[in-house]
Nanobody, 129 residues
Framework: QVQLVASGGGSVQAGGSLRLSCAASERTFSGYAMGWFRQSPGKEREFVTTIRWSGGTTYYADSVKDRFTISRDNAKNTGYLKMNSLKPEETAVYYC??????????????????????WGQGTQVTVSS
């Protein structure tokens, strides 16, 4: 079982930036796709972004494209999410996740939470207006 620990959350003013980290307990993390999801109170968990194990392919939700950047450092068993120009409505708990067989093919469903096998505890991001 791979354990994931999300960190880096906090409070930031609208328009500000934040960098989240996702530390994995096992080196096998380097072979897993990594994704980020978020959940606001009263809302369902939604897809934010994902990256292949190789780092060669990334996908973003339309709402965050051009503002958020996902990356990973497999040598450190760590993934990252850089968030720029944050909006108050993006206040949420942000979860990192890893999946052994996340699909990046033509019929892929990388945006579905069910694609991911392991989840971090989440880190709170609060964006004030």
């Amino acid at each position: 079982q791979v354990q994931l620990v999300a960190s880096g959350g906090g409070s930031v003013q609208a328009g500000g930036s934040l960098r989240l980290s996702c530390a994995a307990s096992e080196r096998t993390f380097s072979g897993y796709a990594m994704g980020w999801f978020r959940q606001s109170p009263g809302k369902e968990r939604e897809f934010v972004t994902t990256i292949r194990w190789s780092g060669g392919t990334t996908y973003y939700a339309d709402s965050v494209k051009d503002r958020f950047t996902i990356s990973r450092d497999n040598a450190k068993n760590t993934g990252y999410l850089k968030m720029n120009s944050l909006k108050p409505e993006e206040t949420a708990v942000y979860y990192c996740a890893a999946g052994v067989r996340v699909s990046f093919y033509s019929d892929s469903h990388y945006y579905r939470a069910e694609q991911y096998d392991y989840w971090g505890q989440g880190t709170q991001v609060t964006v004030s207006s």
